[in-house]
């Protein structure tokens, strides 16, 4: 079957870096996604990753390793908007999207 | 960059009216739009996908009679709530590519739906 895991909720400090983790299981692959939703609003485009290596984005970065159908999203000099849920998404061959649940960011001063 | 405009963002409505969601694509043209729905503290769920000019593809489990789909132009996508009920109540994202299935989705700003 299809599925994407993520951590359910991670807490980090103002001014640091923090990874979120995904792992993807897809029937086929067209890339992955992320996508970054505050509390009540709709998610917004990040980054999309289809090749293997680092994306840089300025604070955000995005990983992708296909060959271990692993992703992160790295946010570096976090500030306190930076607390949101980050959804990672996986297109399969299809071009579906397999959402995972989301992992809450909290960032504390 | 590309732009989704969803509306109503906030509406309330009583148990067996119907309430039209509008879907916008305002600067570019979308032959596919998505309509998703949320459950709090919970991750986006298709409900179906809409093409342009041709019925919608809903998601097993959702009531194609229930959640009434239309596509009518390249930029207007509309979700129809028949006969709601409160545990309809939920938050409903619409969202659009402009391109190819690599292209990333552009959400509308949701619209949330409770139902007394």
């Known amino acids: 079957g299809q599925n994407i895991d993520q951590p359910t909720e991670m807490t980090a400090t103002e001014g640091a870096i923090v990874q979120i983790n995904c792992t993807y299981q897809?029937?086929?692959?067209?890339?992955l996604f992320w996508y970054q939703q505050h509390a009540g609003e709709a998610p917004t485009f990040l980054s999309y990753n289809v090749l293997d290596g680092l994306e840089e984005k300025g604070r955000f970065s995005s990983f992708l390793s296909r060959s271990k159908g692993y992703s992160y999203l790295l946010l570096k000099e976090l500030q306190m908007k930076d607390s949101a849920s980050y959804l990672c998404?996986?297109?399969?061959?299809?071009?579906?999207?397999?959402w995972g649940a989301g992992t809450k960011l909290i960032i504390k001063p | 960059g590309a732009v989704v405009s969803q509306h109503p963002s906030r509406v309330i409505c009583k148990s067996g009216t119907s309430v039209k969601i509008e879907c916008r694509s305002l600067d570019f043209q979308a032959t596919t739009m998505f309509w998703y729905r949320q459950f709090p503290k919970q991750s986006l769920m298709l409900m179906a996908t809409s093409n342009e000019g041709s019925k919608a593809t809903y998601e097993q489990g959702v009531e194609k009679d229930k959640f009434l789909i239309n596509h009518a132009s390249l930029t207007l996508s509309t979700l129809t709530v028949t006969s709601a009920h409160p545990e309809d109540s939920s938050f409903y994202i619409c969202?659009?590519?402009?391109?190819?299935?690599?292209?990333?989705?552009?959400f509308g700003n949701g619209t949330r739906l409770t139902v007394t």
């Open positions: 969202s659009a590519s402009a391109g190819t299935g690599s292209s990333p989705l552009h």
């Open positions: 998404a996986g297109s399969d061959s299809n071009y579906q999207l397999i």
């Open positions: 897809t029937s086929g692959f067209n890339g």
